[in-house]
């Protein structure tokens, strides 16, 4: 199990001084990301090899929001490769070893040339130590769109919004998203699922649906056609 060490910046925080949704998905995406830099098939080596993880679905579980200043303790782990997808989980604690938040995750190992998943070799896998799947109750990957689901105003990716991998960042299809959340919508679980890349300049057009504590957000295409699909599930508490 990988672990690093952070605390919750002003960078990281909202007006009300919390760490955001978007920066706990960020702190997890660091996590994994440092742990394949550790074990040396990292940044540089998906570079050399025109290859790229590419993430599928998130599902997070937010139990509290740290607030500024916290020292929080982020882990992660894969429990399992089939073909070309990988399962991992994460979970964050604060300084007394309470639990902050935890997460299932998949993705997709991608030829960066040809756009197309490719089986993860083994060299790769070894490189990867496992350990049992988080104790969570999991959900499907796949998210079903609501039905009448109203149009909102278009936007336009920007170079701010684009990662390593030439496309929009996991995390900034939330931030889109959570601008559709209701004023004190106080977000418990996510579930996202990453269908299509958008790229730089893209137009992207959110559809929303709001119902009882929840909230579903799909960003498309000029054609209808979903890049992402964001489930907000609020805490009935």
């Given at each position: 199990?990988?672990?690093?060490?952070?605390?919750?910046?002003?960078?990281?925080?909202?007006?009300?001084?919390?760490?955001?949704?978007?920066?706990?998905?960020?702190?997890?995406?660091?996590?994994?990301?440092?742990?394949?830099?550790?074990?040396?098939?990292?940044?540089?080596?998906?570079?050399?090899?025109?290859?790229?993880?590419?993430?599928?679905?998130?599902?997070?579980?937010?139990?509290r929001y740290?607030k500024m200043?916290?020292?929080?303790?982020?882990?992660?782990?894969?429990?399992?490769?089939?073909?070309?997808?990988?399962?991992?989980?994460?979970?964050?604690?604060?300084?007394?070893?309470?639990?902050?938040?935890?997460?299932?995750?998949?993705?997709?190992?991608?030829?960066?040339?040809?756009?197309?998943?490719?089986?993860?070799?083994?060299?790769?896998?070894?490189?990867?130590?496992?350990?049992?799947?988080?104790?969570?109750?999991?959900?499907?990957?796949?998210?079903?769109?609501?039905?009448?689901?109203?149009?909102?105003?278009?936007?336009?990716?920007?170079?701010?919004?684009?990662d390593t991998?030439?496309?929009?960042?996991?995390?900034?299809?939330?931030?889109?998203?959570?601008?559709?959340?209701?004023?004190?919508?106080?977000?418990?679980?996510?579930?996202?699922?990453?269908?299509?890349?958008?790229?730089?300049?893209?137009?992207?057009?959110?559809?929303?649906?709001?119902?009882?504590?929840?909230?579903?957000?799909?960003?498309?295409?000029?054609?209808?056609?979903?890049?992402?699909?964001?489930?907000?599930?609020?805490?009935?508490?």
């Open positions: 199990m990988f672990c690093f060490e952070s605390i919750v910046r002003y960078s990281e925080i909202d007006a009300d001084r919390y760490m955001t949704l978007p920066a706990i998905l960020d702190l997890l995406q660091d996590c994994c990301t440092f742990q394949s830099e550790e074990i040396g098939v990292g940044l540089d080596f998906l570079q050399e090899n025109h290859r790229a993880w590419v993430l599928s679905s998130w599902q997070v579980v937010i139990c740290p200043g916290e020292k929080v303790r982020a882990y992660t782990w894969p429990y399992g490769f089939k073909a070309f997808l990988g399962y991992r989980n994460f979970k964050i604690e604060d300084a007394a070893g309470e639990v902050i938040a935890y997460a299932n995750s998949i993705w997709v190992y991608m030829d960066t040339e040809n756009k197309r998943p490719v089986k993860v070799p083994k060299e790769v896998k070894e490189k990867y130590p496992f350990e049992e799947p988080y104790e969570m109750k999991y959900s499907d990957r796949k998210i079903q769109l609501q039905q009448n689901m109203q149009a909102k105003e278009a936007i336009r990716v920007g170079r701010f919004q684009i991998n030439q496309h929009v960042n996991n995390s900034k299809y939330i931030l889109m998203a959570e601008e559709y959340l209701p004023d004190g919508f106080f977000v418990k679980e996510l579930r996202a699922e990453y269908k299509k890349e958008a790229v730089l300049s893209d137009l992207i057009c959110p559809k929303v649906k709001e119902t009882e504590h929840q909230v579903m957000v799909s960003l498309e295409n000029e054609s209808g056609e979903p890049y992402a699909v964001i489930e907000f599930v609020e805490d009935e508490g």
